[in-house]
């Protein structure tokens, strides 16, 4: 009854509120995850166990140029760590990604809705380190488009949930067997807004 009761204010709170999509106002948001797993590999010439650990972090800063546009920067910073647990001293590896660039995201509906659909566009570059056996560096270039809902607490902090399109590139430079590495996809991205008046 009492989380009843805590979504239903959460629920008429959420109802009246409206976001500051005004012109010259402060966008700052991001994401962020952490994970660990344990990978049982099995092949019929060799066996082992594997633990990782990862962490991912994704903060930005806007602005709003004009009511409902706002450009700004976004990073990403990745760390994958890995450790053969199984046989012993089986070896550790390391995998670092940094990227940042801008962005740009239009919401489409009336800034006084309690809830808003935008698009987003961004760009991003960056370098990449992998460090084990070997140390090698290399390049990432990435491109998103994504759109999705953001649902208003209150005037000032939003949740969004946005689906869209992926496509990057990864490349080592400096190692024994450089490569290049392209992907593209769909890409799922969940994360908190904070719309702040500018005085």
Request: hydrophobic share 35%.
């Amino acid at each position: 009854m009492k989380h009843c009761i805590l979504f239903s204010i959460w629920i008429s709170l959420a109802i009246k509120s409206t976001a500051q999509l005004d012109k010259k106002n402060l966008l700052i948001g991001g994401s962020g995850s952490i994970s660990s797993s344990i990978v049982n590999y099995t092949s019929t010439a060799n066996n082992f166990k594997e633990k990782n650990s990862q962490i991912e972090i994704s903060p930005s800063f806007g602005y709003f140029l004009v009511d409902k546009f706002a450009m700004g920067l976004k990073s990403t910073f990745y760390s994958l760590n890995t450790k053969i647990t199984e046989p012993l001293n089986g070896g550790k590896t390391n995998y670092k990604r940094f990227t940042v660039g801008p962005f740009a995201r239009y919401y489409l509906l009336d800034i006084d809705k309690q809830f808003n659909i935008l698009t987003q566009l961004s760009y991003q570059s960056g370098i990449l380190s992998q460090r084990g056996a070997l140390k090698e560096n290399g390049k990432i270039n990435e491109f998103s488009f994504l759109a999705g809902p953001e649902v208003f607490f209150n005037s000032s902090v939003g949740l969004e949930v946005l689906l869209g399109y992926k496509m990057s590139t990864e490349k080592l430079v400096n190692s024994q067997s450089p490569f290049k590495d392209e992907r593209r996809g769909l890409q799922v991205s969940i994360g908190f807004q904070y719309h702040l008046e500018k005085h």
